[in-house]
């Protein structure tokens, strides 16, 4: 017999989409009904997600300053928030959960008007345009990597940290290794499809500086975007290096387990897997990213030990090859890293997320979640 409803709303991006998967995963597993409420964007994720129905909803995204195109935008949303009302009055969810994007802030805002308990989750340190407009009203807010402080979003903020895939949770199973002075030393390399470019031109470049016993012991595996993957992976040959070179990586957290050091962006989803599977890191967050969320997502890994931050403009081909020598010769340093990442990843986020998801739906307050997780 089912519990009931709970609605997840999430914008139409993997992103936001992930995170809401591996929480219907989880409540269909308690016995919840899961209901998606998105944008059109999702219907390529919409096989993979363990919906019992989705719910298309109007949005819009706020970007221009234009009157004309401002006043479309907000029929939009307005427009969402009747068809969101529409579909909360026939479904009648114990509990509406948000994860970012535009898409989210009609059923959450349609769920606030009518009374319904209201979580939004933040992946990132650095709160989201459409849960900050969210944040007053919700009646409790999940974090990746948000503080629970003070003010009056962080009273209602309970850390649960961000979701991560089943195949992260098996990757995280695999212990990190150093190899010997003689054995391959694998080199993870991975930025996005925006941020993958500054890779592509600065890694081979810091490779070929190497001292040559560390560049023969190298092999890599490198995101790069499909219009540069053919001269990154012809560099690495002409230096005599084993790499692996592709646009995307349909195995990335199995990538992840055999790595003895990643470099990348830092991305929420990103930092939360290289946390729970454990493997020492040099971030280097994307510098045109809205918020500087990315930035904020770094220190917090930095902080615990686990990762290195260095800003891409202090970064060129013989910074990097210092920074990657210096690890590769300091093999103690690099357990300690490994050590300190996985201390600060959660790979039980899916499950405390969906504990508080049935708090709020049974009417507690997060201030009573959290005494009830600290007991």
């Not at 925006?194 to 500086?209: E, K, N, R, T």
């Not at 990154?232 to 055999?258: K, N, S, W």
Request: with cysteine; aromatic share 6%.
């Amino acid at each position: 017999m089912s519990k009931g409803t709970i609605l997840l709303a999430a914008g139409g991006t993997g992103g936001h989409l992930f995170p809401a998967e591996a929480l219907a995963h989880e409540l269909k597993a308690r016995g919840w009904q899961v209901h998606l409420a998105t944008d059109d964007r999702a219907q390529r994720f919409a096989g993979q997600f363990p919906a019992d129905a989705i719910h298309p909803i109007p949005s819009a995204t706020i970007g221009s300053k234009n009157p004309l195109a401002l006043a479309k935008t907000f029929f939009k949303l307005w427009r969402g928030v009747r068809v969101a009302s529409g579909v909360i009055a026939r479904v009648k969810p114990a509990a509406v959960v948000g994860f970012g994007g535009y898409p989210t802030l009609p059923p959450l805002y349609a769920a606030t008007r009518r009374g319904r308990p209201t979580l939004i989750h933040e992946q990132n340190a650095v709160m989201g345009r459409a849960n900050r407009a969210l944040a007053a009203r919700v009646t409790a807010i999940a974090g990746g990597f948000l503080p629970e402080d003070a003010s009056a979003s962080g009273r209602k903020t309970i850390t649960t940290g961000n979701p991560v895939r089943p195949a992260v949770i098996e990757a995280a199973k695999v212990p990190y290794t150093v190899p010997g002075e003689q054995e391959p030393f694998h080199l993870l390399v991975f930025g996005g499809s925006q941020g993958a470019q500054f890779f592509s031109d600065a890694i081979p470049a810091a490779v070929a500086l190497l001292p040559e016993p560390l560049r023969t012991r190298l092999v890599v595996t490198q995101q790069a975007r499909k219009d540069d993957a053919e001269r990154v992976a012809q560099a690495y040959a002409e230096l005599g290096v084993p790499a692996d070179i592709a646009p995307f990586f349909t195995d990335m957290a199995e990538c992840m387990a055999r790595a003895q050091l990643v470099i990348s962006r830092s991305g929420a989803s990103t930092v939360s897997e290289v946390a729970v599977i454990g493997r020492p890191a040099l971030l280097v967050p994307y510098p045109y990213a809205l918020d500087h969320d990315q930035a904020a997502n770094a220190a917090a890994l930095a902080a615990a030990g686990g990762a290195e931050v260095h800003p891409q403009s202090s970064l060129d081909a013989g910074r990097l090859a210092e920074l990657i020598g210096g690890l590769m010769s300091e093999p103690e340093r690099l357990k300690a890293m490994a050590a300190a990442a996985r201390s600060a990843g959660r790979p039980n986020a899916a499950t405390l997320l969906a504990d508080l998801t049935e708090a709020i739906a049974s009417g507690k307050s997060p201030d009573d979640f959290r005494k009830e997780i600290q007991a």
